[in-house]
Structures are given as structure tokens and as C-alpha cells.
């Protein structure tokens, strides 16, 4: 500040500037000091003329005249050329001449400091907007990506199922062919049947043939950008095509017949009882063609021979001609 106040009395035409800058408010507390300045300057007057002005001074006086011996001070320095309020004489006639300059007053406020929350990483980003990657709602929806979120659900599916089969033989205190007799007895609509036949079939082929599409990349072909779409849509349509023809595939009563429940001991046994004995049965009637068949053989063998015995012995008895 008190520089700022030199560079006002030396340079005249910068004033309305300074005072702005001494009239701004500081961003510090302190407490508010009265700052009188006073400067005095005593000089000797000669003959009781008063001090000479500075030329183009507007009152003010550019050097003044030693003082006489004895007095105060010295030579004083000059004032500013042009200065505002420069050095004025006494009024009485006497040789002091006395220049009062106030600074303007300097008001200070106190100001509350402002507690900024502390925030996480996380609740800065979100109130920024910016959301956290990976997000399904920042991709773009594409084949790709429908596909593999698929593939992830389709296993997950077909996991909770075996999983569901797997509890259910274990504390359930029915066996599977009860349940399905159980369902078999419920009065459903051949197409509420097929649709759930659908939907249990779709997650099984999906992941077999998104399987396959995915080794098949380890052999490194099917790489380029046109050819994963490509293949990405004939899966799609293999999927729904393989899907459709096992649910409109019909088991006929032969093959359920042979179906059998490996949770169920004594069908078991019983299957594996019948098996033996349709085998046996099977190996006995083999056994028995091949010995008719042997049979057959010999007559055939033995006719041959009598009939070729019987046509030497007529060759013999023919007369000699």
C-alpha cells in the first residue's frame, strides 16, 4: 500500500486508478486501524515571502528553503509536479508550510468460511453426470453384444436346471416318473405344452451352437468384422431352427417304453431283468436258425451224394457196345 501511495504522488495521471485500488475490500480479517498520515514540512522563509509553487503545480511547491540554523530539519524533498494537494504556506506569514494527506479508508469484512462436503469418488462422478463404466445403458445395443449378454443367461439357465433336477431327486420323496405321470395327468393344451418344451429346449441348443461359434474362433478364422455378424446371424437362425424341430419332435409309446426312471431301483432291476432275458431269448433262436440251417446243409449234402452214387451205379450196368 505504501508503495501504491508513492507511485500516486509520482504519477498524478494514475490517481482515480490507485484509489480504486486502495478501495477494494480485503479478503483477510483484521481489525480496522485508523491510518492518519500526516507529512509536515517546515521550511525557513526568507524575508517572509512564502515558498515558490512548482511550475504547472496546481498549489503544489516543487522545493523549499533550508531552514535557518538551529531550526528543525533540513532540506525536505520535493513535492509532486501537478500534485493534488500540494504544501501550503501558514497563515500567518511564517516560514512552516504544512501539506495533511489522507489515505482513503480501507474497510474490512469478515466473511464465513465455506465447509465444502466431503464427497467419494464415486458421488463426485455421479454428481458431474459422469456414470460409471462398464454400464449396459453407455453401449450401444448390436448383435454382438446381444449375443454374448445371451450366451451368459443361457448358461446361467441351463445351470439352475441341472441344479433343480439334481435337489429335486435328492429331497424329493417322489421319484421322476412320478412327476412326469403327475404332469401327464394335468389336462394342458397341446400348444401350452409346446411352448414350454420351447422354452426349456431354446437355452440348451443356443448354448451349444453360441458354443461352437466360439471355438471355432480359436482356430482363428471368422475374425473380421463382417464375418463375426455373419456368423452371428447364422447361429441366430440354427438356434431357432434346431430349437423348433425338437419341440415338434414326437416320442412314440415304443421309445417311452424304454425309457427308464435310473432313480427307481426295482424298475431298474426289472429293466435290466427283461433286457437279459430278450437277449437270451434272441441268442437262443440264432443258436436254433444256425442249426436248422446246418441241417438243411447236410440233407442237401447227402441227397447230392446218393443221387451222384445212383448215376455211377447206372453207368456201370450198361452194356459195352
Known sequence: MYAARCVKRALPRFALHVHHILGQKPLMKTRQMPMFYTFRYLGAKDGGKPPVAAAGGGGGVGKEPAAPAGGGGGKEPAAPAGGGGGMQPAPDGGGAAVVEMTPPAVILKIIKARIVPELSYDDRNMRLGRVMSPALTIYKKQLTSVL???LRMSGFALTLFVWGLGLTGLF???TLAEWAEKVNECD??????SGMKFVMIFPFVYHVVAGTRHLIWHLDVFLTKPQIYATGYLAVVLTF??????TMLNVGEEVKKDVVDMTDEKQYKQKKAEEKKKAEEEAKAKAKMEAEKKAQEKALAKEQKKAQA???DGK????PK
Not at 394342458?188 to 405344452?193: A, D, E, L, Q, S
Not at 431352427?241 to 425338437?246: E, I, M, R, S, W
Not at 456201370?316 to 452194356?319: C, L, R, S, T
Request: hydrophobic share 45%; aromatic share 0%.
Open 241 to 246: 431352427v434346431l430349437a423348433g424341430g425338437l
Open 310 to 312: 445212383k448215376e455211377a
Open 172 to 174: 424329493s420323496k417322489r
Open 188 to 193: 394342458v393344451r397341446r400348444n401350452v405344452v
Open 148 to 150: 454374448s449378454i445371451l
Open 316 to 319: 456201370a450196368k450198361e452194356p
